[in-house]
């Protein structure tokens, strides 16, 4: 059964820093590429960055450019967003995700707060 599991949102000034995990299980997680995305409520969810099943490649939405970094440790089934001079705009819920087989699987989200 395939899980994913998002950590590490929470409340933050602007200017801050948050570090984002997620925690895969139930499939190989090393041979499939990872993507963050985030939602605002009444908006479509964004991507935010892809990175492949390597971390050679990654690739950054223009609104979190020079800001995030996405990471993996396929040893340990982990995929991280690190978040750094986070914005207002920024605020929203954060889904990791992975496409296997043609199935979209998403964890349950973890909120970002930016506020002063």
């Avoid at 690190?82 to 889904?95: A, F, G, W």
Wanted: proline share 2%; glycine share 12%; hydrophobic share 35%.
């Amino acid at each position: 059964q395939v899980r994913l599991v998002e950590s590490g949102g929470g409340l933050v000034q602007p200017g801050g820093s948050l570090r984002l995990s997620c925690a895969a299980s139930g499939f190989t997680f090393s041979i499939y590429a990872m993507r963050w995305y985030r939602q605002a409520p009444g908006k479509e969810r964004e991507l935010v960055v892809h990175i492949t099943m390597t971390g050679g490649s990654t690739n950054y939405a223009d609104s979190v450019k020079g800001r995030f970094t996405i990471s993996r440790d396929n040893a340990k089934n982990t995929v991280y967003l690190q978040m750094n001079s986070l914005k207002l705009e920024d605020t929203t819920v954060y889904y990791c995700s992975t496409v296997i087989a043609g199935q979209v699987y998403w964890g349950q989200g973890t909120q970002v707060i930016v506020s002063s």
